[in-house]
């Protein structure tokens, strides 16, 4: 492997403690400087100015799915959804393993696979994939195995991991930050290795992986890091390394939710920028650790059989809260921080970043709304009504 790559965390967060040696003017929203090939990008407050900001609608655009009416617009674990560039939607049905095609306005047009080991069927798929030119890519086996459909829902072929032996090593691992799978140069990120590490003798653990790139001819493999995974008995604690991708140039950014650090890797040259914005960490407070507390009970009295390791009266709180759980590059180039929430509600704004690593603001999204893809005008994502029923959601974006 690839032994530049080994250092990359380390060295990113190395190069935080030094912070930012560029113009530090108080009126400045962000400063840059740059320390070994490394461009440091300082963000102080956001850039947008009031009547300036990005807005989403409160109502979607498109909505699908229904709790009672025909097969085609019930929808059972949906696992990726994308939009074409015609307009259509791509989902990934994973209760019946199907993927399914609707028109702009959300009208069922087709369905392609279904249950099966057969040419252009689907088993065990774990995400949705779109390549330039629309072709789509669902991904299976702990993204092992990959089953490539064109825009109009053909068949085209499929795809195994050549070595199955490194089939598990590199799939899934338990605690594996999430991931996407496939970069847009071909090539996929996986988790490989997994070390335990318990702080001060405490029962608080948290999971640790080496994230890898290879293809899957396995001709070569970058190691870009070690990533953390989340912490487990630690309400706001962080929920571990986030990552997201982007092609043209091919990016990877890394994302240390507990200290608001950014590494952005571009394909072939490693880290090239480090994004910072530590006034996104906020201090927990007593009203919230109370609601944490407030929480595990409920939860252990709808369980009653259940058994939390540790139990309530062991547990701790970290002292801050994480920047966000999730990130998400758009097609503009920005990259989206998904505000951090506690697991009794849902994520209902993220941190906008530009192409130059700068805040540029905060923008609202409807409440239990999971954002899946971001384009020029539109975000595209899960949501869940008042029944529990899932529906794919397609709102319009005010840039």
């Known amino acids: 492997m690839n032994s530049s790559r080994n250092t990359v965390l380390s060295a990113l967060f190395s190069l935080a403690l030094l912070g930012c040696s560029g113009d530090t003017d108080a009126g400045l929203s962000y400063t840059r400087s740059d320390s070994a090939g490394v461009t440091l990008v ?32 019930r929808l059972d674990r949906v696992l990726g959804v994308t939009r074409l560039a015609d307009g259509r939607i791509a989902v990934l049905n994973g209760g019946d393993q199907e993927l399914r095609f609707y028109d702009r306005n959300g009208a069922f047009l087709q369905s392609v696979g279904g249950e099966g080991g057969g040419p252009g069927e689907l088993r065990r798929s774990t995400g949705l994939h779109r390549t330039p030119g629309d072709t789509l890519v669902v991904a299976s086996h702990a993204d092992t195995e990959r089953s490539y459909f064109s825009p109009t829902g ?20 338990f605690g594996c930050p999430r991931r996407p799978g496939l970069l847009p ?17 405490s029962q608080d ?32 604690g962080s929920p571990g390394t986030q990552i997201a991708s982007r ?10 939710p507990a200290t608001f650090t950014i590494a952005v890797l571009e394909g072939g040259r490693g880290l090239v920028q480090s994004i910072r914005y530590p006034q996104g960490i906020s201090s927990v407070t007593e009203d919230q650790r109370q609601e944490y507390v407030a929480y595990l009970e409920e939860w252990q009295a709808d369980r009653p059989n259940a058994v939390l390791s540790p139990p309530i009266e062991d547990r701790t709180t970290a002292d801050v809260k994480p920047g966000f759980q999730g990130l998400i590059a758009d097609e503009s180039g920005s990259l989206w ?19 130059e690593g700068q805040l540029l603001g905060e923008v609202a999204f409807p409440p239990g709304l999971e954002i899946l893809e971001v384009g020029k005008d539109y975000v595209l994502g899960i949501s869940r009504d008042e029944f529990d029923v899932e529906q794919v959601a397609m709102y319009q974006l005010n840039r």
């Open 42 to 73: 300082m963000s102080h407050g956001p850039e947008w100015k009031d009547g300036t900001e990005w807005t989403i609608t409160s109502e979607p655009l498109v909505q699908i799915g229904v709790v009672d009416g025909p097969r085609e617009y």
């Open 154 to 173: 053909e068949f085209l072929k499929r795809e195994s991991f050549p070595y199955a032996s490194l089939a598990t090593l590199l799939g899934q691992v």
């Open 205 to 236: 653990l948290q999971v640790s992986h080496y994230l890898v790139r290879v293809p899957f001819s396995l001709d070569w493999a970058d190691t870009l890091g070690v990533l953390q995974g989340p912490e487990f008995g630690v309400n706001y």
């Open 247 to 256: 092609r043209d140039p091919l990016q990877v950014f890394l994302g240390d």
């Open 185 to 201: 140069d071909g090539s996929y990120l996986a988790c490989a290795g997994i070390v335990d590490q318990s702080r001060d003798g």
């Open 337 to 355: 921080a998904i505000r951090f929430s506690p697991p009794w509600d849902s994520p209902q704004a993220a941190l906008i970043f530009g192409p």
